[in-house]
């Protein structure tokens, strides 16, 4: 279970939250409005190494290289 980076659209409150999967939907802890995921922090390709051009959105992603 992954420890995932969210910010409320609504009033702004950045939190992390322990989640099942990674595309499961939050709640903000303050005000309740559906988060959205926030894609920050460093980001590592599938072989470990840190890589300069990964957004960490491997849905839009092309490819590790």
Request: glycine content about 10%.
């Amino acid at each position: 279970m992954p420890i995932l980076q969210y910010t409320c659209p609504q009033c702004g409150k950045k939190f992390e939250e322990l989640v099942k999967n990674h595309d499961e939907a939050v709640a903000c802890p303050d005000c309740g409005t559906a988060a959205a995921r926030d894609w920050a922090g460093c980001m590592y390709s599938a072989t470990g190494k840190p890589t300069k051009k990964c957004s960490g959105n491997c849905k839009t992603c092309g490819g590790c290289k």
